[in-house]
Nanobody, 126 residues
């Protein structure tokens, strides 16, 4: 069992940057592969980024590749998402997720994530 709490969302101008955090508690953080997903109103959930247990492997959705960076600090039990060059289409609720068995690499992998945070809203204005 692990609890996940996202933070860092807010309003930002297009072209700006934002850093999201996902704090984990309740169990050993390093036992979980982690990922970020987002969902905009009226749209399907979308895979954003995934990271392996050790942090050595990272994966990104095509829409954010080159702009976003996922990382983790196991000593701090925290997952991060650095978001640069933000676009209005990045506006969504961003959620972190954890799995003992699956490193998410695509949207379909949402089904393999066991624990989810409640999400944090990111709004990008034009």
């Amino acid at each position: 069992q692990v609890q996940l709490v996202e933070s860092g969302g807010g309003l930002v101008q297009a072209g700006g940057s934002l850093r999201l955090s996902c704090a984990a508690s309740g169990h050993t953080f390093s036992a979980y592969a982690m990922g970020w997903f987002r969902q905009a109103p009226g749209k399907e959930r979308e895979f954003i980024a995934g990271v392996s247990w050790t942090g050595e492997r990272t994966y990104y959705g095509d829409s954010v590749k080159g702009r976003f960076t996922i990382s983790r600090d196991n000593a701090k039990n925290t997952l991060y998402l650095q978001m640069n060059s933000l676009k209005p289409e990045d506006t969504a609720v961003y959620s972190c997720a954890a799995s003992r068995y699956t490193v998410p690499t695509r949207t379909y992998d949402y089904a393999g994530m066991t624990y989810w945070g409640k999400g944090t809203l990111v709004t990008v204005s034009s």
